[in-house]
């Protein structure tokens, strides 16, 4: 193992690390991409042989202390900002963190410098489509065993024992796997508890399964709560991050689903408007107590000095080339016309749906129509019995251990993992930009996916 594979699963909780058969806790190796076919981008990626090397070039910079972290995440900053800002954009601060489970501290830590004796509320939609241990930092709470500054953290206790949030979920679907319209029950809720709390409302625009909220809930809204809505797919148009930023809204974003880097790296875009209620003269320390077990100084804007005192200079080499990575990646499909991406997407999700039709085993979940077209979920039915979590997980396990057996052109193969809905659960294939790039070059061939959805059913019939 070269020192920058090593490096590149450093510098997060447990979920990024390495066990002892060489692969992570999605049963991928995120090292390398070579020989991987993965449609799996929705969960877990490698890093491309595309950007390799020029991530391996700002390693041996770091190392040889030819610029610092400090001097990458400014730059890092800047290519973000070009990334998704138009002539029109209001301007936005970027505020990283290690995944995207850690950027749902920020809101509650901003809700406890602009009033700290108030007690929070956070409204949740869409809690079981949400990224491992999410639930758990919307709450306040520790949702691993470790974070980059702590090696040990008592995962499910509060960051800090004065920090009070009260939750209200709201589940994606119903029994049948149609999706809800939670507009009126928001509404609701945050009239009932906008006098005793701060209110943060957590969307979602692309879930795991590509659901997206309707942002008409924010347009008509009202002003006077956080809104805060999770893009961490990164599965949305430049203009939907400016109308969104023009609405005041907090958009958590990560480069490791739709980028493909391998996993994780987030940041948060903060309205400059709202920044100004964040750093006003001296933050009382307290205010920040068990954030900075969460956060380092470079994660804080270099704008925000009184902030960026309260937090330990931890330079995470990892998390930094993981961001590397997406950048990169978002890069090298800049190249390509928005028309011509899209067309990959339409077409790959149209030609993938077909196919899985024809499969006695696969029945596509309800509403897919209205979920994003870069991913294409599905339940998969035996006998008529519809498998549970844990036959699809077995399922999905195999394919990454074992998928090659099936497909020796690959060394690898990878969907998303199962998620489940109720008393149910499904799988996920999806597309990332790396793959894009390569259906686009290849002129649509779409054998591999046909392929691997051949090798899905075969894996089903032997198992279950």
């Known amino acids: 193992m070269s020192e920058l594979e090593k490096v590149i699963t450093e510098g997060g909780d447990e979920r990024i690390e390495l066990k002892e058969n060489g692969l992570n806790k999605y049963f991928v ?9 993965n449609r799996g981008s929705c969960t877990c990626s490698a890093l491309s042989v595309d950007v390799r090397t020029k991530v391996s070039t700002v390693y041996n ?3 040889t202390n030819e610029v610092s972290v400090e001097d990458i995440r400014i730059k890092q900053r800047f290519r973000i900002k070009a990334l998704l800002q138009d002539s029109y954009t209001d301007d936005f601060n970027i505020f990283f963190a290690p995944s995207g489970s850690d950027l749902c501290y ?11 004796n108030k ?13 491992t241990g999410s639930i758990l930092a919307n709450t306040g709470k520790f949702f691993s065993d470790k974070t980059q500054i702590e090696k040990s953290v008592n995962k499910g206790a ?6 009070h949030v009260d939750s209200i979920l709201f589940p994606a679907r119903n029994e049948d796997g149609s999706i809800i319209d939670h507009k009126q029950a928001i509404y609701d809720a945050i009239d009932e508890h906008r006098d005793t709390h701060q209110i943060i409302v ?5 879930s795991k399964s590509g659901i997206e909220d309707n942002i008409s809930i924010i347009t008509d809204g009202p002003a006077d709560v956080t809104w805060v809505v999770d893009l961490c797919q990164m599965r949305a148009t430049p203009k939907l991050f400016n109308e969104l930023l023009a609405k005041n809204c907090l958009l958590m974003i990560t480069g490791s689903k739709f980028y493909q880097s391998p996993p994780f790296c987030g940041a948060l875009l903060v309205p400059e408007r709202y920044a100004k209620e964040i750093e006003h003269g001296d933050i009382d320390s307290s205010l920040v107590e068990g954030f900075d077990k969460i956060y380092s100084k470079f994660d804080i804007p270099p704008s925000y000095k009184g902030l960026r005192t309260k937090f330990p200079s931890f330079e995470n080499i990892g998390f930094t080339l993981r961001w590397e990575a997406a950048i990169c990646e978002s890069e090298l499909l800049a190249n390509y016309s928005e028309r011509d991406a899209t067309y990959a997407i339409s077409n790959w999700n149209k030609h993938v749906k077909e196919y899985l039709e024809t499969k006695e085993l696969f029945n596509i979940m309800v509403d897919q129509d209205v979920t994003n077209r870069s991913i294409i979920s599905f339940k998969i039915a035996k006998n008529g019995q519809t498998l549970t979590n844990d036959q699809l997980k077995k399922v999905y396990e195999h394919l990454c251990l074992h998928g090659s057996k099936y497909f020796p052109k690959y060394e690898r193969l990878s969907t998303g993992q199962p998620v489940t809905y109720e008393s149910y659960s499904f799988l996920r294939v999806a597309l990332g930009s790396t793959n894009i790039r390569k259906l686009i070059e290849e002129n649509h061939d779409l054998s591999d ?4 959805i051949d090798v899905i059913e075969q894996i089903t019939n032997e198992l279950c």
Request: hydrophobic share 40%; charged share 20%; glycine share 6%.
């Open 158 to 163: 509060p960051l800090k024992a004065d920090l």
């Open 106 to 116: 920020f809101p509650l830590m901003f809700s406890q410098i602009k009033n700290p």
């Open 119 to 131: 007690p929070i509320l956070s409204l949740i939609t869409c809690p079981e489509e949400l990224g």
């Open 449 to 452: 996916d046909f392929k691997l």
């Open 29 to 37: 190796d995120p090292r390398t991409s070579k020989g991987h076919l």
């Open 202 to 206: 957590n969307l979602v625009i692309g």
């Open 61 to 63: 910079r770091l190392i």
